[in-house]
């Protein structure tokens, strides 16, 4: 099947500072490689793009990770072109990280 690529990859100054990048090809220890594969297998349209692993805030002015206490996360993400603006999905915590 022959199909129009009009995605880009993100460059490293449109992620955030804190992201790890990760290509499906070398997925982290603590990512769960299946994860991964069933993501790009529901969304095969979004091929390309990068996987990140982020740590972040939660937005709660009580919490901890918003006093200089610690990150939620990390967590998987994956950033990609779609109709030419940046998006990302959220893909959930690695394997072995506690709900
Ligand atoms: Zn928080």
């Known amino acids: 099947m022959l199909r129009y ?3 880009q990859d993100p460059t490293a100054d449109e992620l955030p500072d804190d992201a790890e990048t990760f290509t499906p ?8 490689p ?3 594969e069933s993501y790009r297998e ?3 349209d979004r091929d390309g793009g990068t996987f990140t692993l982020e ?3 939660c937005g709660d002015d009580a919490c901890d990770c918003t006093n200089g206490g610690g990150l939620h996360g ?8 779609s109709d ?14 506690s709900a």
């Open 5 to 7: 690529r009009d995605q």
């Open 25 to 32: 090809g070398e997925v982290p220890d603590d990512v769960d």
């Open 34 to 36: 299946a994860v991964i």
């Open 42 to 44: 529901d969304h095969p």
């Open 55 to 57: 740590t972040v805030t």
């Open 74 to 81: 990390p967590y998987v993400y994956h950033y990609y072109y």
């Open 84 to 97: 030419g603006s940046l998006t990302s999905d959220y893909l959930g915590k690695p394997q072995g990280e």
